[in-house]
């Protein structure tokens, strides 16, 4: 079964690639992004805090993520016998205890999966989202620090993957049915996809169809652009 990390700059198509994978694999879809906007919501003391940084663009710090995270990985683990993880991890330091952790409880990733395109279409996407969904950290300078961001804080983690072996680097700077034609075949190649039982609503024999009905936060179809 899949346990993947969905590894991207803002903008490249994580959010999207993940749910397609999800429907694929029935592995759950944890996003950490969407789990911290949710505590924000709450308007629960650990939501303010988050907010100071999120607000920003900055990362929330190493220890605030793995705690929030680390239970619903183990029970999505357990329930659905891998995971989708979108937007963790996003440092070194929580990569390497990811690794520990993962190690420990016998659920280390198998595959990460790191999606790319040019910054200004990255830019052109997030302010696209921004104008269909008014979130509020997609604003121009926001978007360049988070891009910032990523360039310090994630990007060493693709070396660090590559590293072992389990990396697969994808441009999402194309139509959405040939970046995922192109992850569900070295998914198969690695043996990382279940068996498709007959009659399944799991369709990975026809990825190009198999577009989700949730739009979430970004259009589908065959579009080059708008993948974040
Ligand atoms: P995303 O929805 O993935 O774009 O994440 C939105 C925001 O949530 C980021 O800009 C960070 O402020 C925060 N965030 C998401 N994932 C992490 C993480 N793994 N570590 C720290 N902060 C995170």
Known sequence: MVR???LSPPGAGKGTHSRWLTLQTGAAHISAGDLLRAEVERGSELGR???????????????????????????????????VLDGF???????????????????????????TAPEEELVNR???????????????????????????????LV????????????????????VQADLLNWLEARGLMPP????????????????PPDTGDLPRGDQPVNQA
């Open 89 to 115: 991890p996003r440092t070194m330091p929580q990569a390497l205890r990811a690794a520990q952790f993962g190690a420990e409880l016998g659920l280390s990733s198998n595959a990460v999966i790191y999606l």
């Open 4 to 6: 993947v990390i969905m």
């Open 126 to 156: 997030l302010l696209d989202r921004a104008r269909r969904d008014g979130r509020p950290d997609d604003q121009l300078g926001i978007i360049r620090h988070r891009l910032a961001v990523f360039a310090s804080e994630t990007a060493p």
């Open 196 to 211: 498709v039982p007959r009659g399944s609503s799991l369709n990975h024999s026809n990825p190009v169809g198999a577009t």
């Open 159 to 178: 070396d660090y993957y590559r590293g072992r072996g389990i990396l697969l680097e994808l441009s999402t700077n194309r139509p959405e049915a040939e």
């Open 49 to 83: 805090q988050v907010a100071t940084y999120t607000s920003r663009g900055d990362l929330v710090p190493d220890e605030l993520i793995f705690s929030i995270l680390a239970p619903v990985v183990v029970a999505a683990a357990r329930d659905t016998g891998g995971y």
